[in-house]
């Protein structure tokens, strides 16, 4: 099945420790992206990637990394959390970076900073 | 700035009425138009996209929004709600080339017995 995975789905974590969030796609998908969804302001984008090494930073970028090692995996990496990053994230995927390509949402990770 | 505005952040209909969720766009040059839903619980879904062929599109689970350069607007409809479509519904628009959708803040579906 066609699918984009994130891991966990649920995090409940204190400020500074370190922490990661994995995503996984297996539609050989070149444009991978992540989103952080907050209430009453959508969804923003944190970081996205082209390809595999190519990544570029989103509008909202401070406080986290990204890494694309390999084609499938795109990983969210928050170095010293803080408890305004608590929010529910979204991975997504698509064929291309193409301006009509259908993006493919992961079920999300809600996170939380205390 | 570029920006996508979706009018309300719930909207409420009883079931079986008329559905129309609002989406505008800012942008001199049209641009790409995207309906997303979001279930509860879950990530988000295509339900249909303007890509410059027809002006009325038609998406999943009878939902249909039409692209209205003039008004700078691609509203979401739906003839008949059912209780299935309470969720959240997304509305974004690629309008250039920097890799990146805008979304809107999204519009909450409430259905009514």
């Known amino acids: 099945e066609a699918q984009v995975t994130q891991n966990p789905r649920y995090l409940i974590t204190v400020t500074g420790k370190k922490l990661t969030v994995t995503c996984s796609q297996n539609m050989n998908h070149e444009y991978m992206s992540w989103y952080r969804q907050d209430p009453g302001l959508g969804l923003r984008q944190i970081y996205y990637s082209m390809n595999v090494e190519v990544t570029d930073k989103g509008d909202v970028p401070e406080g986290y990394k990204v890494s694309r090692k390999e084609k499938r995996n795109f990983p969210l990496i928050l170095e010293s959390p803080s408890p305004n990053q608590t929010s529910l994230y979204f991975c997504a995927s698509s064929l291309g970076g193409g301006s009509t390509d259908t993006q493919y949402f992961g079920p999300g990770t809600r996170l939380t900073v205390l | ?113």
């Open chain 2, 1 to 113: 700035a570029q920006s996508v505005t979706q009018l309300g952040s719930h909207v409420s209909v009883s079931e079986g009425a008329l559905v129309l969720l609002r989406c505008n766009y800012s942008s001199s040059v049209p641009p790409y138009l995207f309906w997303y839903v979001q279930y509860p619980n879950q990530g988000l879904q295509l339900l249909l996209k303007y890509t410059s062929a027809a002006t009325l599109v038609k998406g999943i689970n009878g939902f249909e929004a039409e692209f209205k350069k003039s008004e700078t607007s691609f509203h979401l409809t739906k003839p008949s709600a059912h209780m299935s479509d309470a969720a959240e519904y997304f509305c974004a628009a690629y309008m250039d080339s920097n890799y990146q959708l805008i979304w809107g803040a999204g519009t909450k579906l409430i259905i009514k017995p």
